[in-house]
């Protein structure tokens, strides 16, 4: 996949140093994925879920963060839209799927 975004990813991994590790994981596994449907993303990372609007949200660092895409299953692009803490995720109330 075609990642947009690579330098949030940076940002977030100085910001939020425990989450380094799962950052890189979810990178390498995401550049070299070919997803072509929600179920493709679910094969590699099981744990993902839906937001309205082809948003979708990543469980990163054993549940302590969220990483939340964009995904352009056509075009092959995943967009990082934000990083946070699952508490701050919380908060936002998110409508998954």
Known sequence: MELVGEDSLKHFAKKFSSARPGLDRW???TKAAQWKTFQDVKATFPAT???PQNQ???DIGGNNY???TAI???L???TVLDFMSHADYDK???NTR
Do not use: A, E, H
């Open 27 to 29: 990178l390498k596994l």
């Open 49 to 51: 879920d839906y937001i």
């Open 56 to 58: 979708y949200c990543f």
């Open 66 to 68: 969220r990483l939340l």
């Open 72 to 74: 352009s299953f056509q």
């Open 76 to 78: 092959g692009v995943v």
């Open 92 to 94: 936002k109330k998110l």
